[in-house]
């Protein structure tokens, strides 16, 4: 008999084994989860000094941020009226995104102007127009 038992549990190797408290570990894996927020900023209102925000609303943002295409820390989406977007990362720790109207289409890559092409959201003529710069 071990007269020098602590009343832990231990593994075959006689170290003490680790308890982990399922609710503190699934709370951190949300935490690292977190969906990005759509959070439009005042620099690409209008008179602004950076590119036009052609989204209108919290709704609308969010929507398109949620079903956009990914592409490293950028998200690019189309809004309704056919004006593309890029959403970039705030680097908040909320998760936020702003976005604002894409002038230069060479910026977005190949994969995924590819993408919107293929889920009908651009036509064959306006990527062909893309990729030679016209649009």
Same mark, same amino acid.
């Given at each position: 008999?071990?007269?020098?038992?602590?009343?832990l549990?231990?593994?075959t190797s006689?170290?003490?084994?680790?308890?982990?408290d @399922?609710s503190?570990?699934?709370?951190?894996? !949300?935490e690292?989860?977190v969906?990005?927020?759509?959070?439009?900023?005042?620099?690409?209102?209008?008179?602004?000094?950076?590119?036009?925000?052609?989204v209108?609303?919290?709704?609308?943002?969010q929507?398109?941020?949620?079903?956009g295409y990914k592409?490293?820390?950028?998200?690019? @989406?189309?809004?309704? !009226?056919?004006?593309i977007?890029?959403?970039q990362?705030?680097?908040?720790p909320? @998760?936020?995104?702003?976005c604002?109207g894409v002038?230069?289409f060479?910026?977005?890559?190949?994969?995924?102007?590819?993408?919107m092409? !293929?889920? @009908?959201?651009?036509?064959?003529?306006?990527?062909?127009?893309?990729m030679k710069?016209?649009?």
């Open positions: 008999m071990n007269t020098h038992d602590s009343g549990a231990h593994g006689g170290s003490p084994q680790t308890t982990i @399922n503190a570990l699934e709370q951190k894996v !949300n690292l989860k969906t990005p927020k759509y959070v439009p900023t005042k620099k690409h209102d209008v008179g602004g000094f950076g590119s036009p925000n052609p209108k609303t919290q709704k609308e943002g929507k398109l941020l949620d079903t592409d490293g820390k950028q998200i690019y @989406n189309i809004t309704d !009226n056919g004006d977007v890029k959403f990362p705030d680097n908040t909320n @998760n936020g995104y702003h604002y002038s230069t060479r910026d977005i890559t190949t994969s995924i102007l590819k993408k092409l !293929n889920d @009908n959201k651009i036509t064959y003529s306006e990527y062909k127009k893309i710069g016209k649009r």
